[in-house]
């Protein structure tokens, strides 16, 4: 395995960040909902991923999904991403799922 040094980690990441901004409106490319990103990670050989929060009309309003590879979303920058409702974040209040999309587990937090 390859390991970035800590300069070109960084400059990686920069420019992660520069095309994919936290401060943009998302979709994924097999789903309806709007995601923005709540940060974005890079591992050790230099591999990408986000974290994204579902929308309000997402399947998952108000849920974390981390390790989510950049590629997999669409930019649509169209502003609609709204929060989860009150409603929507009382049926998971008790137990929300954090889904891994690496390995596809969930775990529940409260």
Known sequence: M?????KQAEKRL???VEKYPPDT???EKDN?????LANTDIS??????????HGRDSYLPGVLVFGVP???LVRCDCGKWEPPTEHQIAER?????VHC????KHEYVQ
């Open 44 to 53: 050790y050989d230099g591999t990408i991923t986000v974290c994204i929060l």
């Open 70 to 72: 950049p590629t997999e």
């Open 93 to 97: 209040k008790l137990e929300q799922p």
């Open 14 to 16: 920069r420019e992660a």
């Open 32 to 36: 309806d909902g709007h995601y923005i």
């Open 25 to 27: 409106c998302y979709r």
């Open 2 to 6: 390859n390991r970035l040094t800590r």
């Open 101 to 104: 999309a690496v390995c596809h």
